[in-house]
């Protein structure tokens, strides 16, 4: 069964102290790798797609990689902003995509 | 830009009524899904759609429910008769190829509250 946990549930930064958030899965035929953002209430926003282990992605200040087991989304100098629900979903041979509970972020000014 | 939209963003039902939820896909996407998200836990997969037919389903997706495209824009999702386990958050999801892993665009979510 594929499966997805994130790491850790919550964290809470002090703006411009960078961190990371972690994803680790299991997954049968793994064909890609998901972030989305999601705010209170709202729909999950892409960030991310990864295909493969060893890929990165950048995109502002967050960057996104994938190795056989797990990924990390690593964020650089936040700011508040940035507070948000961050998950990681993955797609695998069972055509269905699989989220994990997410990892709330909360960057104070 | 392209988004997907969903419609109503809040509807409130009585338990054993009949709801449909509309979404609209991005206008050139070929796969469509629906997911739901109970309050506090994690987004889960229900239903993905393709050329007119279901092609894969949740163990959540029983007789209850049923998709529907009918029409060149519109995807609905419909439960028969709802019950207080329903109440969630029903996000519409669209991706433009007709291959596994293209990414997914959400809707804003329609909020279910079954009384």
């Known amino acids: 069964e594929d499966q997805v946990t994130q790491s850790p549930e919550a964290l809470r930064l002090q703006e411009g102290e960078s961190s990371s958030l972690n994803c680790s899965y299991t997954v049968s035929g793994l064909r890609g790798l998901f972030w989305y953002r999601q705010d209170p209430g709202k729909g999950p926003e892409f960030l991310f797609t990864?295909?493969?282990a060893g890929e990165e992605k950048e995109k502002e200040r967050l960057k996104a990689t994938l190795t056989k087991k797990e990924s990390f989304l690593h964020i650089t100098a936040p700011k508040p902003e940035d507070s948000a629900t961050y998950l990681c979903a993955v797609y695998g041979n069972t055509g269905k995509l699989i989220f994990g509970q997410g990892t709330t972020l909360q960057v104070k000014p | 830009e392209p988004e997907v939209t969903q419609t109503p963003s809040h509807q409130v039902t009585q338990m054993g009524q009949e709801v449909i939820l509309r979404c609209v896909p991005i206008s050139n996407h070929l796969y469509f899904y629906w997911y739901r998200q109970i309050l506090g836990q994690k987004v889960e997969f229900l239903v993905s759609?393709?050329?007119?037919?279901?092609?894969?389903k949740s163990e959540i997706f029983d007789d209850q429910f049923s998709v529907e495209r009918p029409d060149g824009s519109n995807f609905t999702l419909k439960i028969r008769s709802t019950k207080l386990e329903d109440s969630a958050m029903y996000f519409c999801?669209?991706?433009?190829?007709?291959?596994?892993?293209?990414?997914?665009?959400f809707g804003p979510g329609t909020r279910l509250t079954v009384l």
């Open positions: 990864l295909y493969s």
């Open positions: 759609f393709y050329n007119n037919e279901i092609s894969e």
């Open positions: 999801a669209s991706s433009q190829l007709a291959t596994a892993a293209d990414t997914q665009y």
